[in-house]
């Protein structure tokens, strides 16, 4: 491979022909589909060319390759295809119709393409996880990024880009479209950068190549596998190369053709115009599927930890000593273990793991968004992968780092800390509440939050032994070692996590605390409190409720209505009417939010006076729910 320092006249030709049928393909699948970015996929066609012809593809290892700037997925497709990895009818037929596995941007399972990209600017941190990937498990292969020149306005390739000097990837190679056009204008009026200047600074190696000069591309291709740092190529080229009118025009960037100039434009091309056939066909469906081949982990979870309230373990401390423990059990057998950081190990207690197994431990610094794609893309490659991070930095800021994750399907194990309602010294900006909203918000992710250190050390080795993105949350503060009835630890020795299964701590018949996590113990002691004040939900089976001549005067309001209920016992009793009527007025009197002027309540044929919702609560007085129709 790459022995010839240039192609062959007859290798340049063949590729120039693929090339000019190719752009007839990406200027139909576009035309065909009424949408797509023809200009941008035309521009970045021959770099698809030339690398899907060269490249390490049908080798073990492969090389691996990341299309940044996933909406030049027609340029892709079309190049694939023409080189016979792709049915040709099929891409051009079903580009961009629903159900179709070519989407307008470049998704896993098409052959070579190793993540689901368009949101831009994170394919870099990928190709970053699949590089380590190789260095880890000692692969000779390398990784190729391609991306465009807009892209390289956000922040994360900033980020992306020293990590892999950090780490010493010369085994990845970023290849930058540099047409110089985005949507809105020229790269330079958008939003002015240094390109070249910023992988420099970040101690890359630059090349500088004709796009479209196919010995070129090769030659940089050849060059970049036996450099000794990470390399970036600079391929100038021309948006919509090829086609006259279509050259250097950022309103084909994202806009097809009309007719007129899809009729003019394959003419230029000497291309037959089969748009009508294609249409046809696209009535129909596609035939081709894609295929996804996961690598599996074999992981040895081992034996669980068991800790006493003594032990003064929290939850936080607990993972780390499980992440430690799985280190120690399957590095060595080569089920290869990692963890990721972003300057918080001291708090997210991975500084146990760092120390034993350094070459596994990865400092992000303070680059989260990288960090959580370059974890997620090294989970795909059958390696443990653990990203231990506060909550407002592991899912909030990095939501959709952690959305693209889930898309691409990765194994990633997230360890969130310093949620939830124990965070209040560290102010609201820290306090991350919403954890569980967004981690159920992703299709492929589980959440769990264990109420103390014995759960906690049996979920993380749960985790460890299955596929899948887990989420596993905890806060700042330790809590303390949940009891079982019999005073033993309830999730000590004998005890199984089961995903789903809830666990009844205390027995009881009158009501139901559901909690979980830190608010366990609390709900504990609220119970036992409960039962010794001999406070209960509701006393005996017989409750009635009754409600007399109840009157509540606001300014503009007047509840005064004779009112008479007879309600049982787990009965639910509903208002109906008008808006202004004094619905809400009752049912806040009825629940001790409000004193009424006159008028009585009874329970039982007893009056009574309800102060507060605590004694609505012992009066037997459920939940109070206003709903709006």
Known sequence: MFEAERLEENEIARLRELSRLAKGDILTMTRLSGTGHPGGSISSLDIYLTLFSYAKLNEVPRDRIVVSHGHTSPGAYAALSRLEYLPIEEVVAFFRKAGSPFEGHVVQGIPFLDWSTGNLGQGLSAGCGFAIASKVQREDN?????????????????????FA???????????????RLQISGTI????????????????????????????????????????????????????????SFMENKGKYHGSPLNE????????????EDKLEYYKEKRKGVCGWQPSLCREEMSVNPGRPFNY?????????????????????????????????????????????????????FFQGGIQEHNTA?????????????????????????????????????????????HVGLDVGPDGKTHQCVDYIGLSRSLYNFKAIVPCDPNQMDRVVRYIASLNGNFLVATGRNRWPVISGKDGKPHYGEGYLFDYGKMDVLRDGTDGAIITYGGTVSRAIEISENLKAKDVFMVKGDEFALRMEGITKRFPGVLANDRISLDCRKGEVLGLLGENGAGKTTLMNILYGLHQPDSGQIFINGESVKIESPAKAIQLGIGMVHQHFK
């Open 142 to 162: 390398h990784v190729y990024v391609l991306m465009g020149d807009g892209e390289q306005q956000k922040g994360q390739i900033g980020e992306a880009r020293r």
């Open 165 to 179: 000097k950090k780490y010493r990837l010369n085994n990845i190679t970023v290849f930058i479209d540099f047409n």
């Open 188 to 243: 330079d009026s958008v939003m002015p950068q240094n390109i070249i200047e910023n992988y420099l600074a970040d101690g890359w190696d630059v090349l500088e190549i004709n796009g479209h000069d196919f010995n070129d591309i090769y030659s940089a291709i050849r060059k970049t596998r036996m450099s000794d740092n990470p390399v970036c190529v600079i391929a100038n080229t021309v948006m919509g190369n090829g086609i």
């Open 260 to 271: 007129k100039e899809y009729t003019e434009a394959l003419k230029e091309l000497d291309i």
């Open 308 to 360: 006493i309230n003594e032990d003064k373990i929290d939850n936080r401390t607990a993972f780390g000593k499980t992440l430690k423990d799985l280190g120690d059990l399957n590095i060595e057998k080569k089920q290869f273990v990692c963890a990721f950081d972003c300057d918080l190990a001291g708090s997210v207690k991975t500084g146990d793991f760092e120390k034993a197994y350094p070459d596994y």
């Open 373 to 417: 794609t370059v974890a997620g893309a090294l989970s795909t490659t059958g390696i443990l992968t653990f990203f231990a991070d506060f909550g407002v930095f592991g899912i909030d800021e990095t939501y959709n780092q952690q959305r693209l994750n889930d898309i691409n399907k990765t194994n990633l194990k997230l360890i969130i800390t």
